[in-house]
């Protein structure tokens, strides 16, 4: 069954570049981004993999934790580390899962058969502390995806678990919010101390600290 929003991440123990890890306790109370490349070696993962390894502080200063996944074993993500690092300047600085037995991607859905039967898509789960999905994404192979997005998402998705506020169009850190509307407007008056109407149902605040 496909997992969906709101669903609870499903915990594994699973063999990686930084030793055995069991998902959950690794989490800790920390936020998640588990993805998967489909095969070490290949050029666009090549980019991805230096350009995660080179936000890696952005991450930790989101109480992020990376974790990587392809179906190739432990010696192969080693190897392609040294690779990494002379291509990008960057080598993986956080865990690769050894997913051989398609253990881990069967679980998330990491393998669409009509793209390809035996290697995992790019996707992406973001996790949060309660160890519920609150993002899902699917690349296909030939399509590197764009970190600084998923950085994005994560600055939306731990604001708006904070405060009731939604993100607009193309928002980024310290730009403008959307009020939701489960909040009527004396009660945003007290919660934000006033605010812009633009429409009825479509109310802006500066972003709340
Ligand atoms: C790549 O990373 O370039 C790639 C990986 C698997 C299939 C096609 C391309």
């Not at 997005?149 to 919010?177: C, M, Y």
């Amino acid at each position: 069954m496909t997992l969906q929003l709101g669903d609870e991440a499903p915990d594994f123990t699973a063999e990686t570049t930084e030793g055995t890890i069991h998902f959950h306790e690794w989490l800790g109370k920390d936020w998640g981004v588990l993805f998967s490349h489909p095969k070490d070696f290949t050029p666009v993962c090549t980019t991805e993999l230096g350009r995660v390894a080179a936000l890696k502080p952005e991450f930790t200063k989101r109480h992020t934790k990376v974790i990587g996944l392809s179906v190739d074993p432990l010696g192969s993500h080693k190897e392609w580390s040294k690779d990494i690092q002379d291509v990008t300047g960057n080598a993986p600085n956080f865990p690769l899962i050894a997913d051989g037995d398609k253990k881990v991607a069967n679980t998330y859905g990491m393998i669409h058969p009509n793209a390809n039967d035996t290697l995992t898509v790019r996707s992406v789960f973001v996790i949060g502390p309660d160890k519920k999905i609150k993002l899902t994404l699917t690349y296909p192979a030939s399509t590197g995806r764009n970190f600084d997005e998923l950085l994005r998402v994560i600055d939306s998705l731990q604001l708006t678990a904070n405060h009731k506020v939604a993100t607009p169009s193309d928002w980024k850190q310290g730009q403008d919010v959307i009020i939701v509307n489960s909040v009527n407007d004396d009660d945003a008056k007290k919660m934000f101390g006033g605010f812009k109407t633009v429409k009825p149902y479509l109310r802006t605040v500066p972003q709340p600290k």
